[in-house]
């Protein structure tokens, strides 16, 4: 039973009927329907910023046909409205005949709760846990000038309709909290920001008064940026730390291997099926199936249960990330990567917790290894150029290494990369695999979503560092 | 030839019914003051892929904000489903939540006396409408003329997108206005290919009038040319150089500026610029504008999110900085008003430099020019700057070649002190600057 058009004035019947008829000559498509309530509680400069709650609801109607995407959405769910986009998404097909393949495999699994994070704490708790942390990050050191801390939670009810009446659904829960500290000394002012995140509820972060870790993190990464000095510039050894630095692996390989990009034959991993991408030992999966993790999704927004997917084994490039359109076009299928921001966006193939898997070194081999370099702990943001295959990411924690030994922060600095490259010149995989703490968002085309990333500690051989000291 | 005939946006008096809805039963159920933003735009999209249709989007969205008080307490909400019935939830809701929220002393709707009067005719609307067909002619066009040249072999895909929107902003200190704005944008994105390296670069143009964007040939030709410059690109040996700034790149010094010199970052003390009002932050040659009401700009509006009229702010005259970017909250923090920047900037530029760009990259023996960055490398906290960058190295001002895997990075206070500009201003986009010579940037490579 359809549960968004139960109360509807469009029913079921109805869309039933209207989908059908405009599928029958496609190849694919279906009508997405989407209610999204979430909330976002800013603290900012000791006083509640904003306290913003806000309701979404819509339908994303889609037809495809070979390679052609038409689609069509409304915020207003009605038989008028539906109708307009049928017609719509009919002239733009016009002249194109497909076989529509009705199958897709239902599924019973769950890696998420169905809670509400919206509504399972009163706002005036989620206020008053605000103002403790406020409270208690700047008690941490009189050398605290700003605190930001905000929760956003975010429950996401989607439901698919099929042409011919299959109805899949899912229920997501999400929730972020993050804290940002700005410390001043001696004139000088850094911050620091840490946060964790993830598919389930908020009591998870905050029992036991968890929040003092994050605060305590945020701190010390000010702190230890307060005592930085200027990064190096050029080509040199670079040491990962394990968890979040995996944005390299985001940005280096994992967009590149996205169905779209290859099946454009515009990513340069386009036709490195089957051969050596990376070092020996270098292992990356894409897994939409991990318990509670911010990327992980029942089925993707196409209605494919999630899986997971293996990119690169051993260093040889299996597989590429697939959403149904590319998969039909590229003869293979879809690995229920086919995701959307929302009912507003059409589905591309994109990622979901993207994890390098464990080696057999540890994070002291590969410092003691490295005559002159650095360790990078913890990253802002990243950026790829699929074509061309250059990434960066921002380090906003990183030391020198000089002579094995790890020496004084280094201020925060570019590092940029060659995606194909960059993997074969990993030297040593650690064994420490960890997740990143659950904040990643991934953008593409305008589109953000949910990510996760993973890895060990890495090193790698020579990237280069965009430091100011030559 | 297109045909007149809107995109069937919404009109104002159906927005202007849904804002007094919600004022008054804001009302109804105890707020002392509320605001209240409804909108509407509706946008068609057409993708191709060479020189073929890849997809055509059709994307209605309608929705409110709404924001009460009561007293100094403050809650918004918002929401794209609006029947009646779940309007008065939603406000209910809102009020609720107001009540909780504790009192922040800065708090309140503006300055009556701010609000915008007056006639609306800077020809922010063109009601032109192209139908698919049209659109999709119109940048197949451009992949044709890219594609003419043997060294472009695919492209990244390039569209047209015709964007109709209307809204009403309403509070309940009686302001009650909105307009219909109108933008078209054409975008070609081509891959080139030599000797095993492969590039892409774009062209992209938007325009409020149909009639002003770029020709689509002018566009494939662009696109291509940028993509083959970059062809076989060299890596070169860390140094410190002058670098040129293309147009493209040289405007995001400004945003970065503009972000630091907020009200909100002012007040915060979270910007390198706390404490710099009235010194000297540029060379004595620069100029920075930010002008409201440039007919048919793409930055141009007639007030800003709280209905308050637009300034023209001289933000820097003679290289001294002379006023920061106000919305009403933060500018009470700083015992500053409004100057109508609740939503940012508007048209924002440097004015027009003096040297011809020809002569800016013979300033030196060997000028590197950047023409793409990558990465969000500024900490407007600091002012460090670092980020990934690609480009053309020029020597004794011929082209040498292409070079990339390279990161720039300095710090704005210095960077800033160091720029000369170019005399090749046009108006692109919202923010816009002549390129840029800036001496003495750290630059990463092997």
Redesign the interface.
Known sequence: MSKFLKNSELTFEKAKQIVDDTLQSCDDGELYLEDTKSETIIL??N????????????YGFRAVTG??????????ISDKSLKN?SQ?LK??LKGKRGTYNTEIKNTNQKFYNDIDPVEEK???SK?DIL?DINNYARSLDSSV??VTANFLGEKKNIEILRSGGQLLNDERPLVRFNVSV?V?KNG????GVYGVGGRQSYDVYLKNQNWKKVCDEAFRIATTNLDSKP?P???MKVVLGPGWPAILIHEAVGHGLEGDFNR???S?FHDLVGKKVASEGVTIIDDGTLDNRRGSLNIDDEGTPTEKTVLIENGILKNFMQDRLNARLMNTKSTGNGRRESY?H?VMPRMRNTIMLNGNNTQEEMIKSVDKGIFAVSF?????????G?????CTEAYEIINGKIGSPL????????GPSSLKEVLMVGNDMMLDPGIGTCGKAGQGVPVGVGQPSLLIDKM??????? | MEHKSSLMIKEDGYLKNLADICLTKSKELGSSDASVLVMNSVSENVNI?NRK???????????LTLTTYIGKK?????????KEK?INT?VK??I??TK???E?E?NSLPDKDLHFKGAKDLKLFDETHLD?EKKINFIKAAEEKAFSNEKIV????SAFSETKSNFILANSNGFMDGYKTSQFTAYCEV?SKSNGS???DYEYTSKRYYDDLLKPEQIGSNAAKKAID?LNPK?I????FDIVFDKRISKNFLSNFASSISSSAI????TFLKDKLNKKIFDNSINIIDKGNIIKGNGSRYFDSEGIRIKELELVKDGTLMDYLIDTYNGR?INRQSNGRSSGTTNLYFENGKVPFEDLIKSGKKILFINET????A?I??G?Y???A?GMMIENGELAYPV????????FNEMFKNITLANDLEFNYSTNSPSMLITGI?????
Not at chain 2, 267 to 270: C, H, R, V
Not at chain 2, 405 to 411: K, L, M, P, S, V
């Open positions: 900012d400069d006083k509640i910023k904003s306290s913003d709650y806000s309701t979404d609801l819509g390679d052609v995407v038409a689609y069509s959405h409304s915020n207003e986009s719509n002239s733009s009163s706002l005036k206020i103002n000038k700003q700005m001043e000088r002012k850094e911050t990064s510039a050029g080509e454009k034959k515009t340069v507003k059409i802002g943001g990243g950026q790829v150029d699929i074509t061309s250059k990434f960066v990411f921002n201020k925060g600095a570019t590092l940029i990369g060659d280069t560092i965009g430091g100011t000291q030559i | 892929r249709i890849d997809g055509s989007e059709r994307s209605d969205n309608l929705g403050k809650a918004s909400i918002s929401s794209s489903n609006l779940n939603l809701r809102c609720d939540a909780v929220t504790p922040d800065f698919n695919n492209t990244n895909g891959v492969m590039e892409r970059k890596k040996k860390s140094d410190k007040a915060k003390g979270t923090k990558i990465g969000r490398g900490n906290i600091t460090d670092s980020v990934g690609s990339s895997e390279i990161t720039i990075a300095g710090n750290t630059v990463g490579g092997k």
